[in-house]
């Protein structure tokens, strides 16, 4: 199995999303800028970190789902 093909696993979509959600939650703990501007990137680098956990998490699911109902006969993507 390539590693294109592999990257569609939700098993792996759903640790990476994990991951993500694990450092957006830690990020704002870990660093604390001093300056205002400093504070709005730190707060926008947080909540981009989520919301990729998000959307990965619920690409995850679905394509679980997708994958199911066709009895994993197809695998997205190219």
Same mark, same amino acid.
């Given at each position: 199995?390539? =590693?294109? +093909?592999?990257?569609?696993?939700?098993?792996?979509?759903?640790?990476?999303?994990?991951?993500?959600?694990?450092?957006?939650?830690?990020?704002?703990?870990? =660093?604390?800028?001093?300056?205002?501007?400093? +504070?709005?990137?730190?707060?926008?680098?947080?909540?981009?970190?989520?919301? =990729?956990?998000?959307?990965?998490?619920?690409?995850?699911?679905?394509?679980?789902?997708?994958?199911?109902?066709?009895?994993? +006969?197809?695998?997205?993507?190219?």
């Amino acid at each position: 199995m390539n =590693f294109r +093909k592999r990257l569609y696993e939700s098993k792996i979509l759903m640790s990476v999303a994990t991951m993500g959600m694990i450092a957006g939650i830690v990020w704002p703990y870990l =660093f604390h800028p001093a300056t205002q501007l400093g +504070k709005d990137l730190s707060h926008a680098w947080c909540g981009m970190l989520l919301g =990729f956990s998000i959307t990965v998490n619920l690409g995850a699911a679905w394509m679980k789902s997708w994958q199911r109902r066709s009895d994993g +006969k197809h695998a997205p993507g190219p």
